[in-house]
């Protein structure tokens, strides 16, 4: 055997633990450093000069530039990120309503038929009108309003 050949006993566990820890901070710097830059094109109440300056620093100088930025700009960071979450949540509650409510959509043939059924049933069509607006449901041309409108002026 060589003399030059490592063994696992060669690498003390105290140097395992600093390896690991030093890999962490790594890591979590490099998340740092993508959330402030995130966060200079988030805000729009910073110019675009402004943005290509803390842009630019945090770039060329990183360390230093992340470090002076969350001292400068760290408090509303976080206000900036809830109030994006919270704006994403009222759009995502927002669409679920309006989806769930069916919004502005034409209502399904199912609902249509079951509407003429129920005309048919107060006695405001007769069978042959019930059937000619059954037939325009269900072949798509026309929606059952217009058989009711048809009864009404009768």
Do not use: C
Not at 79 to 91: D, F, H, L, N, V
């Amino acid at each position: 055997m060589s003399g030059s050949t490592y063994l696992a006993y060669d690498y003390p566990l105290l140097s395992v633990f600093w390896s690991m820890l030093v890999f962490f901070l790594w890591i979590m710097w490099f998340v740092l450093l993508f959330r402030i830059v995130v966060d200079i094109f988030r805000d729009d109440r910073m110019s675009g000069w402004a943005k290509a300056g803390w842009l630019v620093f945090t770039i060329l100088l990183p360390f230093l530039g992340v470090f002076v930025y969350v001292i400068a700009r760290g408090k509303n960071m976080g206000r900036r990120e809830a109030a994006q979450a919270r704006a994403q949540q009222e759009a995502f509650a927002s669409y679920v309503r309006e989806t769930a409510k069916g919004g502005d959509a034409r209502p399904s043939s199912v609902d249509e038929l079951a509407k003429l059924s129920e005309i048919r049933g107060r006695g405001d069509i007769t069978d042959e009108e019930f059937r000619r607006a059954k037939d325009l449901v269900l072949s798509g041309h026309g929606p059952s309003e217009r058989a009711g409108s048809t009864a009404a002026g009768s």
